[in-house]
């Protein structure tokens, strides 16, 4: 089955269920705006793998005149931010997936993408990035918070499920929660390390790249577009 449809079958009820599942959930998501400086106003907003729209409303909270370009593969998350957010000029809702958008360059101030981008492979996280890079205006800034591990140290593999595991059932996951999420784990998600994701956001063109916040194997990184 495509990730799209796996995420139409978790609209109902997404929120609680992410915040069960997720560790620290609620600070990733607001870690996506608290960081930004004061003289950052941006007019535009992209948000990657956009769910029913959590990391939109953060954004919007922030900035209250923002417009945001919602993007995900699930007919039923796009379904859920148009009901939530509504019909105005203010909010574009695109059904497709990541690797298939496109956009003039210069389009955004702003890209956010909410735990979305571990749903990608190595060469389209990459792939992605470079074209994120051309999207954002001079000055403009990508955060993408998520899972962050190195996969191909079994030994860091198994330490990161084993810290989600115990803060997601903290958080109230059953058993039969865990055992979804870790068959939807190794259908669905491809993690990758801060350090490789770090390096391949500089390889496109990013001079400024930072961890802004971080708890463990979950955190978000930030790059920002110098000025012209
Ligand atoms: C874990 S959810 C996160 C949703 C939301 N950003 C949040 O933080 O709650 C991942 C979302 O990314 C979407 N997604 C996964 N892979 C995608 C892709 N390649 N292109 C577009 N959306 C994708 C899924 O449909 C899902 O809604």
Known sequence: MLVGQEFDKLEDGYTEKIRRWVPHYDELIRSLVTGLPNDFEPQTTLDLGAGNGNSTFAVRQRFPEVDVVLVDASAKMIASCAERFGTSDAFTYVEKYMQELSFMPKTFDLVVAGLSLHHLLEADKQG?????????????????????????????????????????????????????????????????????????????????????????YFGTIQAIKPMD
């Open 128 to 216: 992605l990035f470079s074209r994120v890079y051309e999207w954002l205006r001079p000055g403009g800034r990508f955060l993408a918070c998520d899972i962050f591990v190195d996969t191909k140290d079994e030994q860091n593999h198994q330490q990161a499920l084993a810290e989600w595991e115990r803060i997601a059932r903290e958080q109230g996951s059953s058993d039969e929660d865990w055992q979804y999420l870790m068959e939807h784990y190794a259908e669905y998600d491809h993690p990758d390390s801060f350090d490789d994701q770090m390096k391949w956001l500089r390889e496109s063109g990013f001079p400024q790249v930072s961890i802004a916040f971080s708890r463990g």
